[in-house]
């Protein structure tokens, strides 16, 4: 993973640096759009945890297992 410093970037003023901004950009744009689908998939999970939670009491068996699968 290249981890980007916004210090790195500065405002563009040439065609060059305009191409190595575009060039750096495509690099790593499908890094960043497959860790944007992990993180929508994660949070889809959660949301149906959420869901699932309001379906049952907290006393019951069924709401622990559930309280418990979220921790992990």
Same mark, same amino acid.
């Given at each position: 993973?290249?981890?980007?410093? +916004?210090?790195?970037?500065?405002? +563009? =003023?040439?065609?060059?640096?305009?191409?190595?901004?575009?060039?750096? !950009?495509?690099?790593?744009?499908? %890094?960043?759009?497959?860790?944007?689908?992990? +993180? %929508?998939?994660? +949070?889809? /999970? !959660?949301? #149906? !945890?959420? %869901?699932?939670? /309001?379906? =049952?009491?907290? %006393?019951?068996?069924?709401?622990? =297992? #559930?309280?418990?699968?979220? =921790? #992990?």
């Amino acid at each position: 993973c290249a981890c980007f410093s +916004i210090s790195k970037y500065t405002a +563009i =003023v040439s065609y060059d640096q305009r191409r190595s901004y575009e060039h750096d !950009f495509n690099a790593e744009y499908g %890094e960043y759009r497959n860790l944007h689908a992990r +993180i %929508e998939s994660t +949070i889809r /999970k !959660f949301m #149906k !945890f959420k %869901e699932q939670w /309001k379906l =049952v009491s907290p %006393e019951s068996k069924e709401y622990q =297992v #559930k309280k418990d699968r979220t =921790v #992990k």
